[in-house]
């Protein structure tokens, strides 16, 4: 998700990355993806680090939100 993230931060595009592992054990890069995004989530299933929960309940409530902070395209990566 890296040079997906930086690709649109170069080109000016407001980027809101959502980070999220079972434990905090299991996080790389997260001030690499951080560097390139307006907005940074993480996520642990076990609340080790960042926020207790899986990463679709932060990007349902961004996707929830007030039209005027439309988001225009979702990038995915990861199993469960």
């Excluded at 990355?17 to 907005?39: C, M, P, Y």
């Excluded at 961004?62 to 988001?71: A, F, K, S, V």
């Amino acid at each position: 998700m890296y040079p997906i993230a930086r690709a649109y931060f170069e080109l000016g595009s407001r980027v809101i990355s959502i980070q999220g592992a079972r434990s905090q054990n299991l996080l790389f890069w997260t001030d690499r993806l951080g560097s390139v995004s307006h907005e940074h989530v993480i996520t642990t299933d076990d609340g080790t680090a960042g926020r207790k929960a899986l990463v679709t309940e932060p990007l349902k409530e961004l996707l929830q939100q007030d039209p005027g902070h439309r988001i225009a395209c979702v990038y995915a990566i990861g199993r469960r």
